[in-house]
């Protein structure tokens, strides 16, 4: 093939300018992309950043802007597959890609571009960021991913996996080889990485960036904040999630509420005040959870962490890509036991050793550069290259 001809048809729910995890790994790596490609890419209900810009000419499947009638879309659309189906055919046949590009995690959009490539007879990716079936739990969903995953994974051109683990978890579950993209940091963010200092203050500041997930954290976070109301006055939790989260909610589910501090930032301002962190907490689940997906993952919030120059304290099971990660190359100090006390301690420990510190963060500047974006977007240009 001829690669100055090649074209790359990306289809992906999640993309800018909407705010989601999967929308900042999408364009972290596209941005850095240097073949021809353009995007066919819908709305998840996320938060809208005028900011965020595509990295490429995109068509948008959107529902009408108004509440009523998007409540109605999404309830009805991902049963009635074939109307946005029959969209992207039509802006397929005028992109005439070489390559169709999905990414999971949103069903609908993920297996009509795999019904899209087949349609027009072009190989398809499939790019798994997070696993599916084992997520599924709902009767209708749960049906669509015992019916379509097995079939995408064996009929794709390449399966793309996020982590190691996710990697040896599909080979186990098919006997099949998969391809690895490292969750990216943005290229410009790895520049003159160093340890910060931070201001002495008279508070102790945990920050966590996300949502809220009882398949992914919730447990988790419920335990940090039972174990910060053991340490002393001054430790706080910073929390900056994508939307607004109800503290009364969080007292409903069990949260120790009176040293939380919820604040939605914009990104910059968001990684501004991160970088000011005495601690920056990476949790997973360890009860009630997605296990499969607990020990798979690579939660986007470390792509931030790793650039800020603060120490990260990783919280999450000792089977878990996270702790395993962490643990091997020490860009993050691990604590693997589901126990308050312990949690506490592990806290007071890293808050108090700047030795410590400094050796988290500079093996956290080591995996930053490990996981630039231009990377990963070479390999996905190689990999287009070499097709025949």
């Known amino acids: 093939m001829n690669t100055d001809n090649s074209k790359l048809l990306l289809i992906s729910q999640n993309f800018p300018p909407e705010l989601t995890a999967s929308t900042v790994l999408v364009y972290n790596i596209f941005k850095y992309y240097k073949g021809n490609f353009s995007a066919i890419a819908g709305f998840v209900g996320g938060r809208l950043d005028s900011n965020f810009h595509p990295p490429c000419k995109t068509y948008y499947l959107t529902p009408p802007d108004n509440d009523i009638l998007k409540r109605i879309y999404y309830k009805v659309i991902p049963r009635l597959r074939f109307i946005n189906r029959w969209l992207m055919l039509r802006i397929a046949r005028k992109e005439n890609p070489s390559i169709i590009f999905g990414n999971y995690p949103e069903p609908e959009f993920f297996i009509s571009s795999y019904e899209v490539s087949k349609k027009l007879n072009v190989p398809f990716y499939a790019y798994f960021h997070d696993l599916w079936t084992e997520n599924m739990h709902r009767k209708f969903e749960l049906n669509q991913a015992l019916k379509w995953e097995e079939i995408i994974v064996k009929n794709s051109k390449k399966v793309i996996c996020c982590s190691e683990f996710q990697q040896l978890y599909f080979k186990s579950k098919y006997n099949i080889e ?21 201001a002495k203050k008279k508070e102790k500041r945990i920050a966590f960036v996300g949502s809220l997930s009882n398949a992914m954290n919730t447990d988790a976070l419920i335990t940090l904040t039972k174990a910060i109301k053991t340490l002393p006055a001054e430790y706080k939790l910073y929390w900056y999630p994508i939307q607004d989260i109800s503290v009364d909610y969080l007292k409903l589910v069990g949260f120790e509420t009176d040293r939380i501090v919820i604040q939605v930032l914009t990104t910059y301002e968001m990684k501004k005040e991160v970088s000011n962190a005495d601690i920056l907490f990476a949790p997973l689940s360890f009860k009630n959870c997605s296990e499969h997906e607990v020990k798979t993952v690579f939660s986007n919030k470390i792509l931030t962490y790793l650039t800020t120059g603060r120490p990260i304290l990783v919280y999450s099971p000792p089977d878990s890509y996270h702790s395993t990660s962490a643990e091997k190359d020490g860009w993050g100090y691990v604590v693997d ?27 956290a500047i080591k995996e930053a550069n490990k996981r630039k974006a231009s990377y990963q977007a070479d390999k996905i240009y190689s990999w287009i290259s070499s097709e025949k």
Do not use: G, M, W
Not at 339 to 352: G, K, Q, R
């Open 337 to 363: 036991k589901d126990d308050i006390i312990t949690l506490a301690n592990s806290i007071l420990h890293l808050a108090n050793n700047e030795i410590l510190q400094k050796n988290i963060v500079n093996n």
């Open 178 to 198: 998969t391809e690895l993209l490292l969750h990216p940091v943005p290229d410009d963010e790895v520049l003159n990485l160093t340890y910060k200092t931070i």
